[in-house]
C-alpha cells in the first residue's frame, strides 16, 4: 500500500514525506469530503497547520479539490485529469443536510456554461443539497 501512496504522489510532482503519506492514506479510505476539522480529530498525530499545509499542496498539485460550505472547506481526492494546470473534474457535489456529509458524484458532470466573450471560467463547482442515499435509507427502514 504505501509503495501505492508513494507512487500517487510520484505522479503528481509531490516528495513523499511521511506526513503526506499519512495524509494521502486517511483520503484513499474516506468516501465523503472532509474538512481539516475532519481529518485533525482522525488523523490525530499531526499538528493542524501542518495538516492545513498538506491539503494545500495536494490542492496546488491537483490530487485533491476543496469544496466550499458556506464558512467551511471539504476536500476530496481529484480525478486523474486534475494538475497543477487546473482542476478539471467538474462533477456534481451533493451536501445531506441530515448527515452534513457532502459526496462527490463524479458520474454527475456539469455541462461547461456558454459564457459572454472575453469572460474566462477558471473554476466550476456545483452543489446539490438534500437527503443522501444512506440517510433515506435509513428513513425509508
Known sequence: MRKELEETLAAKSIHPTAVRLIVLDYLTKQEVAVSLTDAEENIGTLDRITLYRTLKTFEEKGLVHSIAEGVKTKYALCGNS???????DTHIHFYCN????????????IAEPSLPARFQAQEISLTVKGICNKCNS????
Open 98 to 109: 441530515r448527515c452534513k456529509e457532502t459526496i462527490c458524484l463524479p458520474k454527475s458532470r
Open 82 to 88: 486534475c494538475g497543477e494546470s487546473g482542476h478539471h
Open 138 to 141: 435509513i428513513a425509508l427502514s
